[in-house]
């Protein structure tokens, strides 16, 4: 029976109460008669600061590349502490999962996905789309896994390397406003508009696509820094999935698929229409 490890990443200790319930609840539905090793990385404490807070340890993290940064804290400190295998799982999970989306979703967990993503080079979690293929690594992306809660066996974590971007921030943005990213950053045109309407709620000729982060703002000097640091975490959120599958896994959703109705018929094809008409009125310009 695969093994299950805990990487939860806090910022202060405001949720930890509610995020440990959570986890508790998403840890019985994977491995329902075992019990999971559980790692608490804060990134409001100095890496390897230890302190105890109602009965659980908190280890320091590494605050800047958000999440990320602090799991690779949390890795290093796991490997201290057990001698992992390659068919262990990791839950990697951050307090957002509950507290800024539908922790319901999370409730697809079962021990199925345990044993397939130890046994497969897999990423498996809530899976999101694209509005339009999207060129990231030099392929076009359709798919990405949630960051906020997701597992992958150690196998395929040593296999891709570092949860961090490749390319570190200062090749990738200026310190300019509105220009935001460097013009050499190696970022396709089409993702940084996706990112600018994502994150600072612009337009854009080069897609219909107007979804916007829950913080989204206009950027302005005040909020440069915070929002560099959310770009470059959904840079890796994004990687992460992109180099599990260009090392021949694979993405795999929790969500079951929406039942076939007249009314997802009529929302697909609406929803391609406005792509049309979109594409059509540029073609003109």
């Given at each position: 029976?695969?093994?299950?490890?805990?990487?939860?990443?806090?910022?202060?200790?405001?949720?930890?109460?509610?995020?440990?319930?959570?986890?508790?609840?998403?840890?019985?539905?994977?491995?329902?008669?075992?019990?999971?090793?559980?790692?608490?990385?804060?990134?409001?404490?100095?890496?390897?600061?230890?302190?105890?807070?109602?009965g659980n340890?908190?280890?320091?993290?590494?605050?800047?590349?958000?999440?990320?940064?602090?799991?690779?804290?949390?890795?290093?400190?796991?490997?201290?502490?057990?001698?992992?295998?390659y068919t262990d799982v990791l839950l990697f999970a951050n307090d957002s999962f509950f507290r800024n989306y539908d922790p319901d979703l999370q409730r697809h967990f079962t021990h199925k996905h345990l044993r397939a993503t130890s046994r497969k080079r897999v990423l498996t979690g809530v899976v999101d789309d694209f509005a339009e293929p999207t060129m990231i690594s030099g392929k076009l992306r359709t798919l990405w896994v949630r960051s906020n809660c997701f597992l992958i066996s150690y196998k395929t974590l040593k296999k891709i390397g570092s949860?961090?971007?490749?390319?570190?921030?200062?090749?990738?943005?200026?310190s300019e406003i509105p220009t935001f990213f460097h013009p050499d950053s190696g970022l396709d045109k089409k993702y940084i508009a996706v990112l600018r309407i994502w994150l600072f709620r612009e337009e854009s000729d080069l897609l219909s696509w107007r979804k916007h982060?829950?913080?989204?703002?206009?950027?302005?000097?005040?909020?440069?820094?915070?929002?560099?640091?959310?770009?470059?975490?959904i840079l890796c959120e994004h990687d992460l999935s992109a180099r599990v599958c260009d090392r021949g896994g694979k993405l795999r959703n929790i969500v079951p698929r929406p039942k076939i109705t007249l009314r997802v018929i009529y929302n697909f094809l609406l929803r391609h229409a406005r792509k049309y008409m979109f594409s059509m009125k540029n073609s003109e310009k």
């Open positions: 029976m695969p093994r299950l490890f805990i990487l939860y990443l806090q910022y202060t200790t405001q949720f930890t109460q509610a995020g440990l319930l959570h986890l508790d609840e998403i840890a019985h539905r994977l491995q329902p008669y075992g019990q999971a090793h559980r790692i608490i990385i804060d990134n409001a404490l100095p890496t390897g600061i230890t302190e105890h807070y109602e340890t908190l280890h320091g993290g590494d605050n800047s590349s958000h999440e990320f940064s602090g799991w690779e804290v949390g890795i290093r400190i796991l490997e201290t502490q057990v001698q992992l295998t949860l961090i971007h490749p390319v570190p921030k200062e090749a990738i943005f200026t982060w829950y913080k989204s703002a206009p950027l302005t000097a005040e909020n440069y820094e915070f929002m560099r640091l959310k770009a470059y975490s």
